[in-house]
T-cell receptor, first 114, second 114 residues
């Protein structure tokens, strides 16, 4: 049972334009969400997170939006740069339950076209 | 500090053999996590340590798997009687503030069971 879903395996975006990566979740107990970026042969790198008490969090070129009623979040990257080409993972956790487990989606491969 | 270090980077073993991986976390981090990633999937939680105590284990961690963190510093993950289904990337991560602050992953150990 995939509790965190990233339905787009890949996405190509022109350099300078906006990249929008989407993520859906099914578990209502999830209350904290994170995005990770992964280059080949490296471990995932934390990008940005959002708590369920917010609907938006921004950090430089990266903004995460959370729609709790739709159980949907998205990562916006603007403007997109060639170095943004990587696999992006959405992850979720149930912090109120005190566990340390992150549940990841299957990832979206973003390619920025120069 | 050079981040989270994992050794070896690659391991090829014959089915039925035992293998052991090592993770050296960032020195001041008291939390250490093991995840497993198979092709086309996101990382899956295996287990978590706070200092030397193993506080959480996934059902994925069968009785052939054992993890230790003897002095609250480095950790080892051992797989006994390896099976082809154990082939995966084994990722270690560490944190001093918990998972919701985006812990630091190592580059992983890629295990291939032939």
């Amino acid at each position: 049972d995939q509790q965190v879903k990233q339905n787009s395996p890949s996405l190509s975006v022109q350099e300078g334009r906006i990249s929008i990566l989407n993520c859906d979740y099914t578990n209502s107990m999830f209350d904290y969400f994170l995005w990770y970026k992964k280059y080949p042969a490296e471990g995932p790198t934390f990008l940005i997170s959002i708590s369920s008490i917010k609907d938006k969090n921004e950090d430089g070129r990266f903004t995460v939006f959370l729609n709790k009623s739709a159980k949907h979040l998205s990562l916006h990257i603007v403007p997109s740069q060639p170095g943004d080409s990587a696999v992006y993972f959405c992850a979720a956790s149930a912090t109120n339950f005190g566990n340390e487990k992150l549940t990841f989606g299957t990832g979206t491969r973003l390619t920025i076209i120069p | 500090d050079t981040g989270v270090s994992q050794n070896p980077r690659h391991k090829i073993t014959k089915r039925g053999q035992n293998v052991t991986f090592r993770c050296d976390p960032i020195s001041e981090h008291n939390r250490l996590y093991w995840y497993r990633q198979t092709l086309g999937q996101g990382p899956e939680f295996l287990t978590y340590f706070q200092n030397e105590a193993q506080l959480e284990k996934s059902r994925l961690l069968s009785d052939r798997f054992s993890a230790e963190r003897p002095k609250g510093s480095f950790s080892t993950l051992e797989i006994q009687r390896t099976e082809q289904g154990d082939s995966a990337m084994y990722l270690c991560a560490s944190s001093d503030r918990g998972k919701d602050y985006g812990y630091t992953f190592g580059s992983g150990t890629r295990l291939t069971v032939v």
